[in-house]
């Protein structure tokens, strides 16, 4: 079982940054892949980023190449989302999750989550 917080999230104006972590405990945070989706309302879930268990390969959604940042530390059992160039279009709700496999996109793929932050950016 694994245990998933994230913080960070707030009201901020488009151009700025927010920086987003998730704390882990319970079993062992290496052994995860790691990965952050987003909700807006009246929406999917999406995927965001991801990162593999020692932190040497990461994945993004094409809407948030060069701008966003996926990082984990695993002396702190931490994964961080940092958000550059935010838009009014990333305003949703963030959501971290591990899965014991590999870097996928899918959320059936993710066994624990988050209960989320909210990310609001404001025109």
């Known amino acids: 079982q694994v245990q998933l917080v994230e913080s960070g999230g707030g009201l901020v104006q488009a151009g700025g940054s927010l920086r987003l972590s998730c704390a882990a405990s319970g079993r062992t945070f290496s052994s995860y892949a790691m990965g952050w989706f987003r909700q807006a309302p009246g929406k999917e879930r999406e995927f965001v980023a991801a990162?593999?268990?020692?932190?040497?390969?990461?994945l993004y959604t094409d809407s948030v190449k060069g701008r966003f940042t996926i990082s984990r530390d695993n002396a702190k059992n931490t994964v961080y989302l940092q958000m550059n160039s935010l838009k009014p279009e990333d305003t949703a709700v963030y959501y971290c999750a591990a899965n014991s496999w590999t870097l996928v996109t899918t959320t059936a793929a993710y066994d624990y989550w988050g209960q989320g932050t909210q990310v609001t950016v404001s025109s």
């Open positions: 990162i593999s268990r020692s932190g040497e390969r990461s």
